[in-house]
């Protein structure tokens, strides 16, 4: 029965995507070139030898026993060629062990192979979430005996070495690159160089900054000679991101592939991106014009239409110029119909007041059929004796050969053309998602299959439209289903599926949510010493719940916690917010009643950037004020809290404020919460393990605030403190999902004053542990800033507290303080109005000539010290000089006391 769409034209199209892919330069070989593991002998004494499993791993230095059980896990799945969850907390050397336990065992396998009548050419490929990941991956893979033939696959973008092109991005700077390599006009292009250098370095580890080191060194172009080491490889390093994109697989052969996928805890989310799209209105109308310019040359330049024709002809499809002016006639019409879409009334305002829009995701195919149509002949495009008569409209029949027909005139044009076409290759590759859903949807129909089945492709789309307050309208197909793109790769008969990170846990969700068999799970403890490395205090007052986020008095009360605790926490500290827009309320307010120079007083303050782009100098910054103190402040998600390393004195203590819940007011996680209850409550799959709404939503919160807290121990010799400043962390459905090996450090926040003197403790007790000397300046050190600046009453009364809180045994010269500095803790006030003291508690202030003693009282409000409450023309001190914050954080008053 022939189909609707013709599928050997789709077939065709998908051939025309890998060409476009893979480039004509690379050249991928197909052949099976089983070679053995190189090891390096010179070094192979001075490891450790261990047999795990009948299988020999070197290992750079005797393991630690969760190393072992480790690497027992990895060679006992690929032994049983099983998919594994492998949990193993920051610290605890898993990429070391990984790539030790994967290669031994692809080295053994080798030599089985090399003896088979049908040896499989089973590779790895490792994948990590940011090439800065991976470049710790190519540091810790030098640390091994193993030299596997290797490539660090990555874009034009990050390896492009060309400085006339430095600055050209995206495809602008991928058709440039085609261009200039096609006319040998790339001094950094050298086929026969390339092969020779790949073969004669195969099995040179790279980061992505050594490789362009190297290929400026050696004047070849560092993308393509990653490519030309792609064919031969035994190890694959490459961002995740990549794996998960549907065009990727088109480019790598993964069949028999171990896929390893590092840093695994977001491996979700990015499954799900990866099989999302989406186009703006913006873009389809610039792409009319991109296809107007591209006629234009076609027409005037013949050479351009020779070739574009010798192409179609091979694809055996029209090359009437015509079929061209009439997709761009499609764009037209459809781009027209979305402008009148944006006054459609079912649009919903959001609380950011742009608006929006969800429908079936099956619609989308009727919205292109229906409005891609000149229905009246405007354009006087088509005739009844046209081949195509795409002006008629893109529908099952033609939509095959409207792809062929793009992608053809983008491969061309873009070789040839010195017009950029990158609007016009969005449309082209939003038209071909749409095209994979369809037929997807038409083979199911054929098969007799349910189309309202949760499991046809369509019914895991949700289709979006936002409309933003500039007007802008935004076309989004929205993935909900992570198991779609791994079981893509599934399909593509891979060896085994590896996830490892240190916060999978809860284990059973990756089942639920991925549909795949994990046979061998682990979850293992750390290497530290909990007793003497790490504590964890749960606070039970705060709650910085959405509706509880205006609270001053909450606010103000942390900032006095973290001013007390942040004078005896030595080096860098992280507080950790669980929004931006909270972490930007925690600013305004601290900014307003001057609490932020205070802290900058004791630690320089820095602030997470929303753009990326500025990280790096804010880092940078942070790195260089640690040692003397720095406070970072920073969001979940962020890549504070997960993408940089901070160890030893870049993080002694972390702040966690608020359970990071993604928001609710989220469109996407809505229809996303949506279709989980949808498929929990559907008969259909009933005996598949299934995940609650609710219970996902939580593990979102607990995925986030393991991550964070993963940041204060790196290593065995790291210690810190973690400072759970939620009450919502005590929650029983919280607290089980952190970290198993986190769990027996927690402890409850009983009072200020105990929180302080443990805090003290354990930082006194690591002396032994580190260097005494940095320790024991660090106090000194902040307290001398806080002289510099001559804040003379909060300068004085925390030279007290200094002292106060330091061990007797440190520099008993130091804690010596007279009677008369003890007397000049009184500082003279003179016509100041009090503020927020009760009646009964103040005293006639008639005298010009008075002093103020700090004394405890309870039940003083923080939230009314700001500018507005203090009459600022009867003052003759400034109201920074009088806040004065005990370390004991309790309420505050002054009362005022004659001079005798």
Same mark, same amino acid.
């Given at each position: 029965?022939?189909?609707?769409?013709?599928?050997?034209?789709?077939?065709?199209?998908?051939?025309?995507?890998?060409?476009?892919?893979?480039?004509?330069?690379?050249?991928?070989?197909?052949?099976?070139?089983?070679?053995?593991?190189?090891?390096?002998?010179?070094?192979?004494?001075?490891?450790?030898?261990?047999?795990?499993?009948?299988?020999?791993?070197?290992?750079?230095?005797?393991?630690?026993?969760?190393?072992?059980?480790?690497?027992?896990?990895?060679?006992?799945?690929?032994?049983?060629?099983?998919?594994?969850?492998?949990?193993?907390?920051?610290?605890?050397?898993?990429?070391?062990?990984?790539?030790?336990?994967?290669?031994?065992?692809?080295?053994?396998?080798?030599?089985?192979?090399?003896?088979?009548?049908?040896?499989?050419?089973?590779?790895?490929?490792?994948?990590?979430?940011?090439?800065?990941?991976?470049?710790?991956?190519?540091?810790?893979?030098?640390?091994?005996?193993?030299?596997?033939?290797?490539?660090?696959?990555?874009?034009?973008?990050?390896?492009?070495?060309?400085?006339?092109?430095?600055?050209?991005?995206?495809?602008?700077?991928?058709?440039?690159?085609?261009?200039?390599?096609?006319?040998?006009?790339?001094?950094?292009?050298?086929?026969?160089?390339?092969?020779?250098?790949?073969?004669?370095?195969?099995?040179?580890?790279?980061?992505?900054? #050594?490789?362009?080191?190297?290929?400026?060194?050696?004047?070849?172009?560092?993308?393509?000679?990653?490519?030309?080491?792609?064919?031969?490889?035994?190890?694959?390093?490459?961002?995740?991101?990549?794996?998960?994109?549907?065009?990727?697989?088109?480019?790598?052969?993964?069949?028999?592939?171990?896929?390893?996928?590092?840093?695994?805890?977001?491996?979700?989310?990015?499954?799900?991106?990866?099989?999302?799209?989406?186009?703006?209105?913006?873009?389809?109308?610039?792409?009319?014009?991109?296809?107007?310019?591209?006629?234009?040359?076609?027409?005037?330049?013949?050479?351009?239409?020779?070739?574009?024709?010798?192409?179609?002809?091979?694809?055996?499809?029209?090359?009437?110029?015509?079929?061209?002016?009439?997709?761009?006639?499609?764009?037209?019409?459809?781009?027209?119909?979305?402008?009148?879409?944006?006054?459609?009334?079912?649009?919903?305002?959001?609380?950011?007041?742009?608006?929006?829009?969800?429908?079936?995701?099956?619609?989308?195919?009727?919205?292109?059929?229906?409005?891609?149509?000149?229905?009246?002949?405007?354009?006087?495009?088509?005739?009844?004796?046209?081949?195509?008569?795409?002006?008629?409209?893109?529908?099952?029949?033609?939509?095959?050969?409207?792809?062929?027909?793009?992608?053809?005139?983008?491969?061309?044009?873009?070789?040839?053309?010195?017009?950029?076409?990158?609007?016009?290759?969005?449309?082209?590759?939003?038209?071909?998602?749409?095209?994979?859903?369809?037929?997807?949807?038409?083979?199911?129909?054929?098969?007799?299959?349910?189309?309202?089945?949760?499991?046809?492709?369509?019914?895991?789309?949700?289709?979006?439209?936002?409309?933003?307050?500039?007007?802008?309208?935004?076309?989004?197909?929205?993935?909900?289903?992570?198991?779609?793109?791994?079981?893509?790769?599934?399909?593509?008969?891979?060896?085994?599926?590896?996830?490892?990170?240190?916060?999978?846990?809860?284990?059973?969700?990756?089942?639920?949510?991925?549909?795949?068999?994990?046979?061998?799970?682990?979850?293992?403890?750390?290497?530290?010493?909990?007793?003497?490395?790490?504590?964890?205090?749960?606070?039970?007052?705060?709650?910085?719940?959405?509706?509880?986020?205006?609270?001053?008095?909450?606010?103000?009360?942390?900032?006095?916690?973290?001013?007390?605790?942040?004078?005896?926490?030595?080096?860098?500290?992280?507080?950790?917010?669980?929004?931006?827009?909270?972490?930007?309320?925690?600013?305004?307010?601290?900014?307003?009643?001057?609490?932020?120079?205070?802290?900058?007083?004791?630690?320089?303050?820095?602030?997470?950037?929303?753009?990326?782009?500025?990280?790096?100098?804010?880092?940078?910054?942070?790195?260089?004020?640690?040692?003397?103190?720095?406070?970072?402040?920073?969001?979940?998600?962020?890549?504070?809290?997960?993408?940089?390393?901070?160890?030893?004195?870049?993080?002694?203590?972390?702040?966690?404020?608020?359970?990071?819940?993604?928001?609710?007011?989220?469109?996407?996680?809505?229809?996303?919460?949506?279709?989980?209850?949808?498929?929990?409550?559907?008969?259909?799959?009933?005996?598949?393990?299934?995940?609650?709404?609710?219970?996902?939503?939580?593990?979102?919160?607990?995925?986030?605030?393991?991550?964070?807290?993963?940041?204060?121990?790196?290593?065995?010799?790291?210690?810190?403190?973690?400072?759970?400043?939620?009450?919502?962390?005590?929650?029983?459905?919280?607290?089980?999902?952190?970290?198993?090996?986190?769990?027996?450090?927690?402890?409850?926040?009983?009072?200020?004053?105990?929180?302080?003197?443990?805090?003290?403790?354990?930082?006194?007790?690591?002396?032994?542990?580190?260097?005494?000397?940095?320790?024991? #300046?660090?106090?000194?050190?902040?307290?001398?800033?806080?002289?510099?600046?001559?804040?003379?009453?909060?300068?004085?009364?925390?030279?007290? #507290?200094?002292?106060?809180?330091?061990?007797?045994?440190?520099?008993?010269?130091?804690?010596?303080?007279?009677?008369?500095?003890?007397?000049?803790?009184?500082?003279?006030?003179?016509?100041?109005?009090?503020?927020?003291?009760?009646?009964?508690?103040?005293?006639?202030?008639?005298?010009?000539?008075?002093?103020?003693?700090?004394?405890?009282?309870?039940?003083?409000?923080?939230?009314?010290?700001?500018?507005?409450?203090?009459?600022?023309?009867?003052?003759?001190?400034?109201?920074?000089?009088?806040?004065?914050?005990?370390?004991?954080?309790?309420?505050?008053?002054?009362?005022?006391?004659?001079?005798?």
């Amino acid at each position: 029965m022939k189909t609707p769409f013709g599928i050997q034209q789709y077939f065709a199209i998908k051939q025309i995507q890998h060409q476009q892919l893979l480039d004509e330069e690379s050249e991928y070989s197909k052949r099976i070139i089983i070679k053995e593991i190189e090891i390096d002998s010179n070094i192979c004494k001075k490891q450790v030898q261990l047999m795990l499993d009948n299988t020999p791993v070197y290992f750079p230095h005797q393991p630690y026993e969760v190393q072992k059980i480790y690497m027992e896990s990895v060679i006992k799945a690929l032994n049983k060629k099983q998919n594994a969850l492998l949990e193993s907390p920051t610290g605890t050397g898993k990429t070391l062990s990984l790539l030790c336990a994967s290669l031994a065992w692809l080295k053994k396998n080798r030599q089985d192979q090399l003896n088979s009548d049908q040896p499989k050419n089973i590779k790895i490929i490792y994948s990590s979430r940011t090439h800065a990941q991976l470049k710790q991956v190519a540091m810790e893979l030098k640390k091994t005996i193993y030299k596997p033939n290797i490539s660090m696959l990555g874009s034009r973008d990050q390896y492009c070495i060309r400085g006339d092109f430095n600055m050209l991005k995206g495809t602008m700077l991928n058709q440039s690159c085609r261009k200039s390599v096609k006319a040998n006009q790339c001094q950094f292009y050298k086929k026969e160089h390339l092969i020779v250098m790949a073969q004669s370095y195969s099995t040179l580890i790279n980061s992505l900054e #050594e490789a362009k080191q190297f290929g400026q060194k050696n004047k070849l172009c560092p993308y393509y000679f990653e490519r030309q080491r792609l064919d031969f490889a035994d190890l694959i390093l490459l961002p995740y991101n990549y794996l998960l994109e549907k065009d990727f697989l088109d480019v790598v052969q993964i069949e028999n592939s171990i896929l390893i996928f590092d840093e695994a805890h977001n491996v979700q989310s990015t499954a799900e991106d990866g099989s999302s799209f989406l186009i703006t209105h913006n873009h389809i109308v610039e792409a009319v014009k991109d296809l107007e310019k591209w006629i234009d040359e076609l027409e005037s330049v013949t050479v351009f239409y020779d070739q574009l024709k010798t192409k179609l002809n091979s694809a055996k499809v029209s090359s009437d110029l015509n079929e061209f002016k009439s997709i761009m006639i499609t764009i037209k019409i459809f781009a027209q119909y979305l402008e009148s879409f944006k006054n459609n009334q079912q649009f919903i305002i959001t609380d950011k007041e742009d608006k929006y829009l969800i429908l079936d995701a099956r619609q989308i195919q009727f919205m292109i059929f229906e409005n891609t149509q000149d229905k009246d002949n405007t354009f006087q495009l088509w005739s009844e004796n046209s081949q195509t008569n795409y002006a008629k409209g893109v529908n099952k029949t033609n939509f095959a050969q409207y792809l062929i027909h793009c992608s053809t005139l983008i491969e061309v044009m873009g070789e040839l053309s010195q017009i950029p076409g990158y609007h016009f290759e969005s449309w082209v590759k939003f038209m071909k998602n749409v095209y994979d859903l369809i037929i997807v949807e038409d083979e199911r129909e054929k098969q007799k299959l349910s189309l309202d089945s949760l499991q046809n492709e369509f019914n895991q789309y949700k289709l979006s439209f936002i409309l933003d307050q500039s007007n802008q309208l935004s076309i989004n197909m929205w993935c909900l289903e992570p198991s779609l793109a791994f079981s893509r790769l599934f399909n593509k008969n891979i060896y085994s599926i590896m996830l490892t990170s240190g916060t999978l846990s809860p284990m059973p969700s990756w089942v639920c949510e991925l549909r795949l068999p994990f046979d061998v799970q682990l979850s293992n403890e750390h290497i530290i010493d909990l007793n003497k490395n790490l504590r964890v205090f749960q606070h039970k007052i705060f709650d910085f719940q959405y509706n509880q986020r205006n609270n001053e008095e909450q606010i103000c009360r942390f900032g006095v916690t973290l001013l007390s605790l942040c004078q005896i926490i030595p080096n860098g500290i992280l507080v950790i917010f669980s929004s931006y827009s909270l972490m930007n309320k925690f600013r305004s307010k601290w900014t307003y009643n001057k609490l932020i120079p205070r802290l900058s007083e004791i630690k320089a303050c820095l602030w997470e950037p929303q753009q990326s782009s500025e990280m790096q100098n804010v880092f940078d910054t942070y790195k260089l004020k640690a040692k003397k103190g720095a406070i970072m402040f920073a969001v979940h998600r962020g890549k504070v809290a997960e993408g940089i390393d901070f160890s030893d004195e870049l993080c002694r203590a972390i702040f966690l404020v608020g359970v990071p819940y993604p928001p609710k007011q989220d469109n996407h996680l809505l229809q996303k919460m949506n279709y989980l209850d949808k498929l929990f409550s559907d008969p259909e799959f009933k005996h598949q393990q299934r995940i609650r709404s609710s219970e996902w939503y939580i593990q979102q919160a607990i995925r986030a605030t393991n991550q964070a807290m993963g940041r204060v121990i790196r290593h065995i010799n790291d210690y810190g403190i973690v400072y759970l400043c939620d009450k919502r962390f005590e929650q029983k459905d919280i607290k089980q999902g952190l970290s198993k090996w986190l769990q027996p450090a927690i402890q409850p926040w009983i009072n200020d004053d105990e929180i302080i003197k443990q805090t003290k403790d354990f930082f006194l007790n690591r002396k032994n542990q580190i260097n005494e000397k940095e320790y024991i #300046e660090q106090i000194p050190i902040q307290e001398q800033e806080v002289k510099k600046r001559k804040l003379e009453f909060f300068g004085l009364q925390n030279k007290y #507290e200094f002292e106060k809180l330091k061990d007797e045994t440190f520099d008993r010269m130091k804690q010596q303080i007279n009677e008369q500095q003890n007397q000049n803790e009184y500082i003279n006030l003179k016509n100041y109005q009090m503020i927020n003291i009760p009646q009964d508690k103040q005293l006639n202030n008639t005298n010009s000539d008075k002093q103020c003693e700090i004394v405890n009282y309870q039940n003083s409000n923080f939230s009314n010290l700001d500018h507005s409450h203090i009459q600022q023309k009867q003052q003759k001190m400034d109201f920074d000089n009088i806040f004065q914050i005990e370390s004991n954080k309790k309420k505050l008053c002054i009362k005022l006391k004659n001079k005798k």
